[in-house]
Each structure stands twice: as C-alpha cells, then as structure tokens.
T-cell receptor
Framework: DTEVTQTPKHLVMGMTNKKSLKCEQH?????MYWYKQKAKKPPELMFV???????INESVPSRFSPECPNSSLLNLHLHALQPEDSALYLC???????????????FGPGTRLTVL | KQEVTQIPAALSVPEGENLVLNCSFT??????LQWFRQDPGKGLTSLLL?????REQTSGRLNASLDKSSGRSTLYIAASQPGDSATYLC?????????????FGKGITLSVRP
C-alpha cells in the first residue's frame, strides 16, 4: 500500500466554525507533513511530525492546530479561519530510517478548503 | 537560502516529442532531489527521487539526471503523450538540518497536444 488518504475531499466552512482535516497512511512511515497550496503556487510546508512528535512548525498561525494521535494518522484542526486560508491542504508522509527511499515524500490527494 | 528555479513556466509540445524539463538550484549542499507530477486540483505524485550521490534515475519513459556541482537536474520524458499533460515540480532537501524540509520550484505546466 503506497497510498496516503485524506478526508474530506472538499470542505466549506464559515469563519466561526471548527472543523478537522484527516490524513492516514499505512506505509509504516514515521514522518508526516501538512502543506498548504494556493492556486498556481508550489506547496508550502506547515508542520512536520516525526515519530508522532511535532518537529517543525513553520510559524503557522494558532488557528491551525495539528495532531498526530498515532503513527498512521495526522489531523489538522481548524478554528476561526480567514478567507485567505482557502487553499488545497496536502498531507504527505516519508520514512525516516536510512535507506534508498529515505525522505521520499508521498502525498495525498488533498482537501480543498473554502472559508466563507 | 536555497532557491529552486524551473524555466519555462509553461510548455506545449506535439504528441510523440521527446522533451526535457529543467530544474536549477542555488545551493549544491542537497540531500536529494525529487520530481513530482501534479494534475489540476490534485495531490502530488512522486515520479523519481535522486539521492545526492546518484547521477540519474529511470522509471519507464522518464529519466531524471542530477548534476549537483552545477546545481541542475533534468527530467527527460520520452515519446510524450497527452496523458503526460500536468504540472511538473522539482524539490530539493537540504544536506544539513531538517532533511525533510523540501524547497520546491514553481513548476512547469506541460501540455501535450494530440
């Protein structure tokens, strides 16, 4: 299984709502990532989890709250978002042990988020 | 600070043509380089990963090369097909510090005309 899944595919929320994005992988990868991608731009790294611990936070506003409940799951909790947060949110994973495919990142299909 | 450049931003070719997509980076201290494909509104698909110690990788009609000293990588697509139409991004990871922090180029949007 070389797949990263994300739910939901699309999400529309108001600025006062609380919602969550979910990501799952069963490749045994111990690093998981959240990226934000605006139209016609490359992905921007938001958070990195390594062995279920937050290792990188790219100065993301606190209205985005990541969570890694176990080695297969990654959540992104959303609260009080702004319209400019509308984007494609991508999850990725990679292995962290040395080897040929070390650090090769595999991406999910993304969640298209619209904030009204 | 690492910068990754992909030029041109868009490319249109007739079906069957062999083509080369270019990627350049400013800091040669990289751990590896990865080529991705992205269809509109979709996630990224990993095409090829080249470790810094390697010169090239091949997968089917795709061949990626890496010249670390000159800060360049190319993605060669043989016998292009309309299904190859997509945006192609290259990304590098740093040799030191957080290897997981990819720096992406802005991508090349390829259109293969039937």
């Amino acid at each position: 299984d070389t797949e990263v899944t994300q739910t939901p595919k699309h999400l529309v929320m108001g600025m006062t709502n609380k919602k969550s994005l979910k990501c799952e992988q069963h490749m045994g990868h111990r690093a998981m990532y959240w990226y934000k991608q605006k139209a016609k731009k490359p992905p921007e790294l938001m958070f990195v989890y390594s062995y279920e611990k937050l290792s990188i936070n790219e100065s993301v506003p606190s209205r985005f709250s990541p969570e890694c409940p176990n080695s297969s799951l990654l959540n992104l909790h959303l609260h009080a978002l702004q319209p400019e947060d509308s984007a494609l949110y991508l999850c990725a994973s990679s292995q962290v042990t040395a080897g040929v495919r070390y650090n090769e990142q595999f991406f999910g299909p993304g969640t298209r988020l619209t904030v009204l | 600070k690492q910068e990754v450049t992909q030029i041109p931003a868009a490319l249109s070719v007739p079906e069957g043509e062999n083509l080369v997509l270019n990627c350049s980076f400013t800091d040669s201290a990289i751990y590896n380089l990865q080529w991705f494909r992205q269809d509109p509104g979709k996630g990224l698909t990993s095409l090829l990963l080249i470790q810094s110690s390697q010169r090239e990788q091949t997968s089917g009609r795709l061949n990626a090369s890496l010249d670390k000293s000159s800060g360049r990588s190319t993605l060669y697509i043989a016998a292009s097909q309309p299904g190859d139409s997509a945006t192609y991004l290259c990304a590098v990871s740093p040799l030191t510090g957080a290897n997981s922090k990819l720096t992406f180029g802005k991508g090349i949007t390829l259109s293969v005309r039937p």
